[in-house]
């Protein structure tokens, strides 16, 4: 009998890692919460659409979705659910001014595109309404109905190897496995490390000047929280180089390779870490912005807009097409594009999967940013619905939920070196000469919060102020600031995002330090916990990081 024949279906499992810092409050245009609305109406609505469409059509989609506590505490707070109307409001007032400037002018052929936006707007309108103006609660009922799987992650997405104290590790990750058992109702088994990035036990000596001392791997953490499974990038169990948003880079010849489609364990015992490793062969269709699907010819193109009212009326065109030569948009061309893009990737999933075995379980993994689908490439979500519509005819290939790769008895343990799914794969675009005066503080305020916390958890009317401190280091700890401050997109806005949260851990701890009446103290807890309101259960995640105590499998 051929081998294909007697051949287990591959396993696959497709991972949208959703995630915005905390935004709200924080300004709006051009840099602050309009980026979580526009992420929010143009990827997960469109996404959540899709879903709706597949399961109204009885088509399994059991993707994963990884949603970071800091996200998920913007998107269920009211604040978010007025923004989100007012958002979409001025979207649509944006339409009819920009049919009105249009009429009878050189750009009125531009005016049926504008009108397709308006219908969309609109759409996104009443579906946030049907929705109880609630897209955790939808999110919710989805994985209730087992049409998905819900991940958390660190609090707010703070870069873990480089945090200076174990307790600050554990915060993160008990401060974000209570708030997405809040918002969601249940603890998630998978955590999606921020950045991808992971560092083994051993000397921990970040940069010139720190002083060297032995760290346990941040696995130790995972297990405490009680995780059970994470994404790793390929390069990290050399299975090859890292891959970025423009190219895939293979791994050099005379270098180990182990096959990115088994499960790993990091570690050893029944209650070592899973690690699920990212496809770098499949993934590259969707991440290259130049080889991959987002370059296509009828796509929106991102990058012009129409002012006033930010439209976006034109197409890619070609990839080496000016902005000037940009041709207008047509959405029956883009959509149809998507769909045949979706069909590709599916046969390309089951070609893979003819001529992939895994001897230790595992399957596909295949980890995006949710974003991508809808915000940065506007037919992202059309794209998905048609590949998992694909799959029911793709032989030897079944879609599966993350935890599913990462539950198989057979795994192999495996050592992994530090490393992230930045450029270059390791810890560089988060610290560099640029952003060590960051890390530099965040360093000395984990030391002085950590030094006061045990004594002001002792002290209930110490609670209010050692709360919002920890709200406010945890928000420091974000790995977003570094990560614009490097990009180089929005440096000023991360810069003063961080001095803001970091002044106020600074004001409070030195409150606590200080001793003595508190209700000065308080009344600015009070204050900033109005702006930063996230995290009602932090204080329980401090106690647990003080003690250090291990959670029940």
């Known amino acids: 009998m051929p081998l294909a024949a007697s051949r287990s279906p591959l396993n696959f499992a497709l991972i949208l890692h959703t995630h915005l810092p905390f935004v709200l409050g924080h300004g709006r245009w051009p840099h602050g919460s309009d980026w979580l609305m526009e992420a929010a109406a143009d990827s997960y609505l469109p996404i959540l659409e899709s879903l709706e469409a597949l399961r109204r059509d009885h088509v399994a989609a059991p993707m994963t979705i990884g949603v970071t506590p800091i996200l998920a505490a913007q998107l269920a707070s009211s604040a978010f659910a007025d923004e ?93 496995r209570d708030e997405h058992r809040r918002v969601f109702g249940h603890d ?31 696995e130790v953490e995972l297990e405490r929280a009680g995780y059970r499974f994470v994404v790793v990038d390929a390069h990290l169990v050399k299975a090859g180089e890292p891959l970025n948003a423009y190219s895939a880079r293979v791994a050099p010849r005379g270098i ?28 590259e269709h969707v991440w290259s912005r130049h080889a991959g699907y987002p370059g296509g010819a009828h796509y929106l193109e991102f990058h012009k807009l129409r002012f006033p009212g930010g439209l976006q009326l034109w197409e890619v065109t070609a990839s080496d097409a000016s902005l000037g030569d940009k041709r207008p948009y047509s959405p029956d061309h883009a959509r149809a594009l998507a769909r045949e893009h979706g069909a590709h990737f599916a046969a390309t999933l089951g070609a893979l999967s003819a001529r992939t075995t895994t001897g230790h379980g595992g399957g596909i993994t295949a980890p995006f940013d949710a974003e991508l689908f809808g915000h940065w490439w506007f037919e992202g979500p059309v794209f998905l619905e ?18 599913t ?17 930045g450029r270059d794969g390791d810890f560089s675009v988060w610290l560099h000469e640029g952003t060590a005066w960051t890390w530099q503080r965040l360093w000395s305020l984990e030391e002085r919060f950590w030094d006061a916390a045990p004594a002001a958890l002792s002290q209930e009317s110490a609670h209010t102020v050692l709360a919002q401190a920890a709200r406010e280091l945890l928000l420091a700890q974000a ?37 003595g009446d508190l209700t000065t103290a308080t009344a600015r807890a009070v204050e900033l916990g109005e702006q930063d309101f996230v995290f009602p259960l932090v204080l329980a995640a401090v106690a647990g990081a003080v003690t250090g105590a291990v959670v029940a499998a």
């Open 84 to 176: 989100l109307d007012r958002f979409l409001a001025q979207r649509l007032a944006a339409c009819d001014d920009a049919e009105g400037d249009m009429a009878d002018t050189a750009d009125a052929y531009l005016i049926p595109i504008v009108r397709y936006w308006r219908r969309w707007y609109a759409a996104r309108a009443t579906q946030f309404a049907e929705l109880d103006r609630d897209i955790a609660g939808a999110l919710r009922r989805l994985e209730s109905d087992g049409r998905i799987e819900l991940m958390s992650s660190a609090a707010t997405h703070g870069f873990l190897p480089l945090l200076a104290r174990d307790e600050s590790i554990r915060l993160q990750l008990l401060a974000g």
């Open 386 to 403: 048609s590949m998992y519509r694909a799959l029911q005819a793709t032989p030897g290939l079944r879609p599966v939920p993350a935890s």
């Open 256 to 283: 180990a390779r182990r096959s990115p489609y088994e499960a790993y364990a990091i570690g050893y015992g029944s209650g070592a870490i899973r690690a699920l490793v990212r496809d770098p062969a499949s993934t």
């Open 479 to 515: 790995s977003d600031w570094q990560f614009m401050m490097t990009a180089g997109a929005v440096p000023d806005y991360a810069e003063r995002r961080f001095c803001f949260h970091a002044d106020a851990v600074d004001e409070l701890v030195g409150a606590l330090e200080r001793g």
């Open 405 to 421: 790769l990462a539950s198989a008895a057979d795994v192999t343990p495996i050592d992994l070196p530090a490393g992230s799914w």
């Open 188 to 218: 998630a088994t998978g955590c999606w490390l921020p950045e991808c990035a992971y560092r083994p036990q051993g000397e921990w000596a970040p940069w010139p000047g720190v002083q060297s001392r032995w760290r346990p791997g941040i």
